[in-house]
Every structure is written in structure tokens, then in C-alpha cells.
């Protein structure tokens, strides 16, 4: 009878075949990827750089004046300055300029944009800034790709590949903190921060989505919320520009 037939044998190559597909779904999320990639960068500062000179602090949530969070991923506390670190896990082609708003990845024939990380990067600055009470030389922005990218622009020296984040950190050589001072940053980082838990990360992404919608322009024709895009062709070709997210079924257009 049915019954009495062992079916585990047939259900064994199933299981092995689930497990490969959700492996392959999380290698390729947004969310390992992420992590990978800050998890690289910890791993240089803490193999490349004096643990008694440079005091790495990771994954701070800070409150913002206009009531949301900025979230910054590794901070760096050292006699020659703050080091805020923002890590970029991409591959491809990367295209960008120091004050360009948004930057291009191309990886073959697909290109999108992304917010350029200088600027992304200068809101964590400006607010852990703040909150210490930092001169301009006492504090650092520095954004490091990991992954298999390639910078297809000239960069400025804080954007870097990699290895070169260390590079650029021990090229601050002056020191313009006291041992004294180095103590109250650490001390007043770690009293400032949020607490690091699942509920901060929901209500960090939450503002972020609220941003992101209040800087977005709402459809002319529907009322939908547009998309950035680059015209492919004609006179315009190259130029960005927002159009509906509905499109082909509207194709209401807004100059950018």
C-alpha cells in the first residue's frame, strides 16, 4: 500500500534544492550584500589599523534635528581626527563627480543611477558633527566601494576602493585631538546613539521611505509618483528626467 512506502529517500533532493534556492536569494539580497560589505571594512580597520590609536564604533543611529535618523555605518575615533566611513558594496562601472547629485552604475548593457555617497555621507558628517562639536578639521568623510566595481571617473581622495579607505585614513598624520578629547567623543557617541536594536532599523527605514517620498515629484497628468529616468535617444538623449512610474500606461513627464 501507499502507506507503507518510504518517501524520504525522494524528498531528500527537494529539500537539498529549497535550501540552494533561499542561499542564492539571500547571496544576492540587498541586505547581505550590505552587511558583507561593512563586515570587509571592519575587518580592515581592525587588521590594518592600531586598535590603541583607532577606535572603530559600528552601525550608529543618531537622531537628526528635523525628527528622523541618519545611520552610519563605522565611525573611527583617532588623535587625527573623526573618520565617518560610508561603505558601497557594488559591482560594475561606476561614474561619478564630486558634485554630481547622482552617480551611474553600469553593469553591461544596464545602467541606473544612485544617490551620489559624498552627499549621502555629508548628512552623517554634519550630524555626528554637531553632536561633538567637531571644527571642519577635526572631522572626515570617506565613502569605500567593496565588491567587484571599477571607478570609470576620476575621484576625490576620501572615495576609494577597498584597501585605499586605510590608505587615505593614515594620510592624516597631524594629530588635533588629545588623549582627553578622543574619551569624550567615544563617550558622548556612545550616550547619543540609538539603541541598536530591530525597532531602531524599522524606524530608521521608515524615515528614509518618508524622505524619499517628499523629495519625489507627484505625476502632472495622474497624481502617481515619478521615477528618475535618462532619455536613450533624440536631442535630449543622456539628459535625466522624471516620468511617471505608471508608464506605458501614462506618460506624464517632468523636466529634471
Not at 587588521?47 to 565611525?75: A, M, S
Not at 523629495?215 to 538623449?237: E, F, I, V, W
Request: aromatic share 10%; charged share 20%; net charge positive.
Amino acid at each position: 500500500m501507499l502507506s507503507n512506502v518510504d518517501l524520504s529517500p525522494l524528498l531528500v533532493p527537494f529539500a537539498y534544492f529549497f535550501v540552494a534556492v533561499l542561499l542564492v536569494g539571500l547571496f544576492k539580497s540587498s541586505w547581505f550584500k550590505g552587511h558583507l560589505g561593512e563586515f570587509l571594512v571592519n575587518a580592515l580597520a581592525k587588521l590594518w589599523l592600531d586598535q590603541r590609536t583607532y577606535h572603530l564604533i559600528k552601525d550608529v543611529t543618531l537622531p537628526t534635528e528635523n525628527g528622523g535618523t541618519t545611520q552610519i555605518d563605522h565611525i573611527i575615533v583617532s588623535p587625527y581626527g573623526v573618520f565617518v566611513v560610508e561603505t558601497k558594496n557594488m559591482k560594475g562601472w561606476i561614474f561619478g563627480g564630486q558634485h554630481q547629485k547622482l552617480w551611474t552604475q553600469k553593469i553591461y548593457r544596464h545602467t541606473s543611477k544612485f544617490q551620489n555617497p559624498l552627499h549621502q555621507n555629508y548628512k552623517h558628517v554634519k550630524t555626528l558633527q554637531s553632536l561633538l562639536e567637531l571644527d571642519d578639521s577635526e572631522i572626515h568623510s570617506v565613502v569605500v566601494f567593496i565588491g567587484d566595481s571599477d571607478f570609470k571617473t576620476d575621484m576625490p581622495e576620501n572615495v576609494t576602493y577597498g584597501f585605499g579607505y586605510i590608505r587615505f585614513i593614515k594620510s592624516k598624520n597631524v594629530p588635533v585631538l588629545s588623549e582627553w578629547e578622543i574619551k569624550r567623543l567615544i563617550g558622548a557617541i556612545e550616550s547619543g546613539r540609538l539603541e541598536r536594536s530591530l525597532q531602531t532599523t524599522r524606524e530608521h527605514v521608515k524615515s528614509l521611505k518618508s524622505k524619499s517620498m517628499s523629495d519625489t515629484p507627484s505625476c502632472p497628468k495622474c497624481g502617481s509618483a515619478m521615477a528618475l529616468r535618462t532619455a536613450k535617444r533624440g536631442q535630449n538623449a543622456g539628459n535625466e528626467f522624471w516620468g511617471c512610474s505608471r508608464y506605458p500606461a501614462c506618460r506624464g513627464i517632468v523636466s529634471k
